[in-house]
């Protein structure tokens, strides 16, 4: 089978032996298993913390977290009584349909729409579509989002990949090389990035502006390729040892096992337009 759903999840299958577990919670990619095009075994490429509750009570401590309607706290009034990050990611989603089942990959759609939770923090009509595609060496996330008013709706959202990496040792992200950032360390001043290859040797919580779209992540045992859409904003994070430490829900050293590299709306506001709609997503791939 393609795919098996459970009532908490959607686990993909690939004729090479690749997966990927998708959670209703949240529509949280917990697990992308892959192998590298040139052979090996099976490897985890996303880090969930193992100290990540699963019941409900609180968004998931790794893997793709969806990031809607804002990105960090509340920096509008009519935000005000969200949480951090918005209600996406601690959302039940609804199972819609298998999209794609061939020799290329397996794909599903989950679907979000208010709830009367959500319309009392967000008070807009809209319908989300998250679609998941697994291939032999690659992942795909895409957020298809429309407009369901006649008038526009803005709204930030970004993948808050979780990367299963020697953090602290080897990983380079490339190329970010003179890009304006939010350095988000020291008081959101915005710097010039002047690095060939960007590391985490320390706690970073950066916000590139207007990237390329394209970027390599070196784990120092292969690399990856992030390609995004329509999404103009990377996000480079890694909290280091004493930041690390002061997260309830992870799992201890769990800084040093993971990095993220995020596309997303995270400086800006994406407008749509009343009835229209917007697509934007990711696609990791395996070099």
């Not at 369901?148 to 299963?164: C, G, I, M, R, S």
């Amino acid at each position: 089978m393609p795919y098996e759903r459970t009532d908490s999840s959607i686990v993909l299958k690939h004729p090479n032996g690749s997966s990927a577990e998708i959670l209703f919670y949240g529509a949280t990619v917990v697990s992308w298993k892959s192998a590298s095009p040139s052979g090996g075994d099976l490897k985890e490429r996303l880090f969930v913390s193992s100290k990540s509750p699963r019941d409900g009570s609180k968004p998931i401590r790794g893997g793709i977290p969806v990031v809607f309607p804002i990105f960090g706290p509340p920096t509008k009034p009519e935000h005000a009584r969200m949480p951090q990050h918005g209600f996406a990611r601690s959302t039940v989603w609804k199972w819609e349909e298998l999209v794609m089942d061939n020799e290329s990959g397996v794909s599903v759609r989950l679907i979000l729409e208010p709830t009367a939770e959500i319309e009392a923090v967000f008070p807009h009509k809209f319908v989300i579509a998250y679609v998941v595609t697994l291939a032999g060496h690659q992942l795909s996330t895409d957020f298809h989002l429309r407009n369901k008013e006649d008038k526009p709706l803005a709204f930030q959202v970004l993948l808050h990949t979780y990367y299963a990496v020697e953090a602290a040792k080897n990983v380079r992200i490339t190329p970010l090389k003179g890009l304006t950032y939010i350095n988000k360390v020291k008081n959101a001043a915005e710097e010039i990035e002047e690095r060939d290859a960007v590391d985490v040797l320390q706690f970073t919580d950066s916000v590139y502006k207007s990237a390329s779209k394209e970027y390599e992540i070196d784990t120092g045992v292969d690399k990856l390729s992030l390609k995004s859409r329509e999404l103009n904003d990377v996000v480079v994070w890694n909290p280091g040892p004493e930041a690390g430490s002061k997260i309830a829900d992870m799992e201890d050293g769990g800084w040093e096992r993971y990095v993220c590299v995020e596309p997303g709306a995270a400086s800006y506001f994406i407008e749509v337009e009343g009835g229209k709609r917007w697509v934007g997503g990711q696609t990791i791939s395996i070099l």
